[in-house]
């Protein structure tokens, strides 16, 4: 018997190959051609085309494709109160490909409040029919494994315990308000459990004075505090990314 609720025999990670019609449209917004309504109309289309094919192949949960996003974490973290984008050095090197150098950095007390994923998820659960809609984001410890202690206020954050108990929060609010606004399927996508399997970025670690064991019982110690109080039926995934980018 096949079943109707995650977690499925057969699922997806959730995000596709953008279609060429919202590249496009995405230009064609910075060049001043078409408004925000205009792109939103573009993606709804690209977004409901691509639910329907998933429906089509027999699969039981479906997915927004990310579609909106430009980063699969960026535009997670560019709705948080407290967190900015910034350009970085240098990008993340991938097999052949490096990706643009971006990077996030807490300047505020962390907060989730309001966030425009809150809608797109609406969205993507309206269209869905019988299939159960996943919401994808990213997972607390990406926010700070990259940067780290530099990338965080001091004046903010003097103590980083202060820090992971908001990050924690934050995530707790999220997935809080992602289950009111119907979902019941959420997935984080967390690429930092793989990192830390790394000798090399482990050494990276170390260089910047971190100890990357204890990182990493910090990173399970945030997701246990982000998950108290989860409804019983929120099923909660972690996705471990080992590293495709663009296909790579």
């Known amino acids: 018997m096949q079943r109707q609720q995650a977690p499925f025999r057969a699922d997806i990670v959730g995000s596709f190959l953008r279609p060429d019609s919202i590249k496009q449209a995405r230009q064609q917004l910075a060049e001043g051609i078409i408004d925000a309504a205009q792109l939103r109309e573009i993606e709804n289309n690209a977004i409901h085309h691509l639910v329907q094919q998933q429906c089509d192949c027999g699969l039981h949960v479906v997915t927004d494709g990310e579609f ?31 990706t643009k150098a971006h990077g996030v950095r807490v300047t505020g007390k962390l907060a989730f409040d309001d966030h425009p994923m809150l809608e797109d998820f609406r969205y993507l659960k309206s269209i869905s029919g019988d299939a159960q809609p996943k919401m994808t984001i990213p997972s607390p410890s990406v926010l700070h494994f990259r ?5 965080i206020d001091a004046t903010v954050y003097p103590d980083l315990s202060d820090y992971f108990d908001d990050l924690a929060t934050t ?78």
């Open 171 to 248: 995530w707790r609010d999220a997935i809080r308000a992602f289950y009111d606004a119907g979902c019941r399927y959420l997935q984080l996508d967390d690429t930092v459990w793989a990192y830390l399997c790394s000798d090399a970025q482990r050494q990276q670690v170390r260089e910047r004075g971190e100890d990357p064991d204890a990182l990493a019982r910090i990173y399970g110690r945030v997701l246990n505090q982000a998950l108290e109080g989860k409804p019983a039926d929120l099923t909660v995934g972690l996705h471990v990314c080992r590293g495709n980018f663009r296909s790579t």
């Open 68 to 98: 909106r996003r430009a980063w699969w974490h960026f535009d997670f973290f560019d709705g948080l109160q407290g967190v900015e984008r910034y350009d970085a050095e240098q990008g993340i090197q991938f097999n052949g490909v490096q």
């Open 147 to 151: 940067g780290g202690r530099k990338d």
